[in-house]
């Protein structure tokens, strides 16, 4: 129990020591890995299981809505695999995301991509240029594993409701005039003595 312990004073001094150099890594590293709000003894045991292995922030490279962890070269069934078990909404990167991070990859290596298969083929990019191919050389282990996540962007809803057609007609004005966007066409709702004319709206939250 007291080696236990110190194990565990000597990893939350590590993780002290890692946020101590003014870098946030919001991806995909969580020391709390039952989230119940502590880092216990459960965490620790979690922390075991990977003690040893290489990691480096320096493979971690992210934006306000998207994040890409460079795993390095690996076959491409342990890559679906590694970036299905992050913590998270992690798949193997996309065009989009090799290309919005290239700069940051190996950018003369090739990458295996979220891409559907052609046959017994499977699909890979090179970053620098984005060609993309086909391979069925998957026992070489000569490509690489990158992890991509995106957040996804909330939406908010708003409607108009009016008895009058000017009534709605300014009220989508102005709502159009503040980012809002139309869902759908104008209903009419209400009771046999108050019919009114509905115009819903959608718009993302910023």
Do not use: H
Request: glycine share 8%; charged share 20%.
């Amino acid at each position: 129990m007291n080696y236990l312990i110190t194990l565990l004073i000597a990893a939350l001094s590590l993780n002290a020591f890692s946020q101590s150099d003014g870098r946030e890594y919001p991806f995909p590293s969580n020391p709390d890995v039952n989230a119940d709000g502590y880092i216990g003894l459960n965490d620790l045991l979690d922390l075991l299981e990977v003690y040893g292995q290489e990691f480096g922030p320096d493979q971690l490279f992210y934006t306000e809505t998207e994040a890409v962890l460079d795993l390095g070269a690996m076959y491409y069934g342990e890559c679906v695999l590694q970036c299905s078990q992050l913590q998270g909404d992690w798949k193997v990167a996309d065009i989009k995301g090799i290309r919005k991070f290239r700069d940051d990859l190996q950018n003369t290596s090739w990458y295996w991509i979220d891409l559907e298969t052609n046959g017994a083929q499977l699909p890979i990019i090179r970053a620098n240029d984005l060609y993309t191919g086909f391979t069925n050389l998957d026992q070489f282990c000569n490509y690489r594993c990158a992890c991509l996540t995106r957040a996804q962007p909330a939406v908010e809803y708003s409607f108009c409701y009016y008895e009058t057609y000017s009534g709605l007609l300014l009220c989508v004005e102005e709502k159009l005039a503040d980012g809002w966007n139309l869902l759908g066409g104008v209903s009419r709702g209400g009771n046999s003595s108050l019919i009114r004319n509905v115009q819903d709206f959608w718009r993302w939250v910023e």
